[in-house]
């Protein structure tokens, strides 16, 4: 079974890839398409935003290949949508894409969602929310073992229940 989970993470990977490679072409190219019909109006600035439009759509392709990929050995019934934050981004993608080419070029600053939902995930990791490193530390309570003294009844029936586990371990040699 050598492997096996970089095998399984592969089968995971190449499946994600065949379920979205297409959607996200198709996408891709009718945006393209729609901006090319519109092309005697292209500004510098939409051009530069078409360029931007189609690299974020890519790395949105990879992140939810590799969420598949990662996801793949821990897997269960219930777990949300392998892909995540990608997902989010590649929805927001689409919406901008289309937006700006069938309804106005205002659509262009709901861009600016992704370095502030960035800049909420690094605040809610280190200052707060239920999220992060920051809800993985419980506030206002000592950690058992370091602050009490080791003299208690608890300790008194660890130590023996080591001490019968080691016996055990001896007698099996």
Not at 34 to 39: E, N
Not at 75 to 97: E, T
Not at 108 to 116: M, N
Not at 120 to 136: D, E, I, N, P, R
Request: charged letters at 20%.
């Amino acid at each position: 079974m050598a492997n096996a989970a970089a095998k399984k993470s592969a089968v995971a990977r190449e499946a994600a890839a065949k379920t979205y490679m297409p959607i996200i072409s198709v996408l891709d190219i009718i945006y393209l398409i729609l901006r090319l019909s519109k092309f005697d109006t292209l500004t510098k600035t939409e051009a530069f935003f078409t360029v931007l439009l189609l690299i974020l759509s890519c790395v949105s392709y990879v992140c939810i290949l590799d969420a598949h990929a990662n996801n793949s050995s821990v897997s269960k019934k219930g777990d949300p949508l392998a892909g995540g934050a990608s997902l989010d981004l590649l929805g927001l993608v689409v919406v901008v894409q289309y937006g700006s080419v069938l309804i106005s070029s205002k659509f262009y600053w709901l861009l600016l969602l992704i370095p502030s939902y960035g800049g909420w995930k690094l605040y809610s990791t280190f200052f707060g929310g239920s999220s992060g490193v920051a809800g993985m530390v419980p506030q206002n309570q000592p950690a058992k073992g370091y602050l009490e003294s080791k003299e208690g009844e608890d300790s008194d029936k660890a130590a023996d229940k080591r001490k019968r586990r080691a016996e055990r371990r001896r007698q099996k040699w």
